[in-house]
Nanobody
Framework: QVQLVESGGGLVQAGGSLRLSCAAS????????MGWFRQAPGKEREFVAA????????YFADSVKGRFTVSRDNAKNTVFLQINSLKPEDTAVYYC??????????????????WGQGTQVTVSS
């Protein structure tokens, strides 16, 4: 049984930072592209960032480039999202997801096979 468990969300002031973690189990972690998505109230789930199975390739949404970084520790089956210079518009539930198509990074949520339960990030102005 595949499980993805996010942690690290919280309430932070604009300009602050957070580090989100996603611990995976029940899958051969290094075979999966890991993605981060977010969903704000009343909005569709949107792609934020993704990282290839070996960590060599990363990809970011334009809205977060230069502020967010994504990394992974395959020995610990964990992927991280470092969020800097937070803005109120970054407020959302952040989800990690796993895509078994390890050869390519995809940004469409329906391409991902497994999802975590999400962690809330709230940025106050």
């Amino acid at each position: 049984q595949v499980q993805l468990v996010e942690s690290g969300g919280g309430l932070v002031q604009a300009g602050g930072s957070l580090r989100l973690s996603c611990a995976a189990s029940g899958l051969t972690f290094s075979y999966f592209v890991m993605g981060w998505f977010r969903q704000a109230p009343g909005k569709e789930r949107e792609f934020v960032a993704a990282i290839s199975g070996n960590g060599a390739i990363t990809y970011f949404a334009d809205s977060v480039k230069g502020r967010f970084t994504v990394s992974r520790d395959n020995a610990k089956n964990t992927v991280f999202l470092q969020i800097n210079s937070l803005k109120p518009e970054d407020t959302a539930v952040y989800y990690c997801a796993a895509d078994r198509a390890a050869g390519q990074i995809r940004v469409v949520p329906t391409s991902y096979d497994y999802w975590g339960q999400g962690t809330q990030v709230t940025v106050s102005s």
